[in-house]
C-alpha cells in the first residue's frame, strides 16, 4: 500500500505512557534505599501518567505501602 494512503497513527506526545513509567522506574528505583519519600513520589507520578485514581491507589496500598510500612518498623526497633 503506498504510504500516502495508509491511515496514520497520531502519537499524543513524544513518549507513550509505557515509556515515561519506565523512565519514572529508572530514576526513583535506585533511591528508594535513600529515603522512603521517593516511593511515594514515585506512585503519584505513576498516577500522573496513568490517570486513574482508584488503580493507582490500589497499585500503591499492594506495592510501595508494605515496603514502607516494613522499612519503618525496621527504623523503629
Not at 505512557?17 to 535513600?34: A, T
Not at 521517593?38 to 500503591?60: M, R, S, W, Y
Request: net charge positive; charged share 30%; aromatic share 8%.
Amino acid at each position: 500500500m503506498p504510504r500516502s494512503t495508509c491511515p496514520r497513527r497520531e502519537r499524543r506526545g513524544i513518549y507513550s505512557k509505557g515509556e515515561v513509567n519506565r523512565l519514572i522506574d529508572s530514576l526513583l528505583h535506585p533511591l528508594f534505599d535513600r529515603n522512603l519519600a521517593f516511593g511515594l513520589v514515585d506512585a503519584i507520578l505513576h498516577g500522573f501518567v496513568e490517570q486513574n485514581p482508584p488503580e493507582t491507589a490500589l497499585k500503591f496500598l499492594r506495592y510501595s505501602l508494605p515496603r514502607i510500612v516494613g522499612e519503618l518498623a525496621e527504623k523503629k526497633e
